[in-house]
């Protein structure tokens, strides 16, 4: 399996990912329910956005993921 994994296109479907969350549209609910679901779909764009971010590798049959993680400069 890990000679035709595609680590690239995995990470590059993390990035379609975040963006679909963060043009997903409000459903109509109201109170708690909508809280949650921005709740909810900020903690999914962070985890979309932060392996669309990784450089990766297959290594000994295993997926290798870097993420830097240091605070960014701007």
Do not use: C, H
């Not at 963006?19 to 979309?48: C, H, L, S, W």
């Amino acid at each position: 399996m890990a000679d035709a994994f595609d680590v690239d296109a995995m990470i590059q479907r993390f990035r379609e990912r975040a963006q679909a969350v963060r043009n997903r549209t409000m459903p109509p609910v109201e109170g708690p329910a909508r809280a949650e679901f921005k709740r909810q779909a900020q903690i999914d764009y962070m985890d979309f956005a932060i392996i669309a971010d990784a450089s990766g590798r297959v290594e000994d049959g295993r997926l290798v993921l870097e993420i830097d993680l240091s605070p960014s400069e701007d």
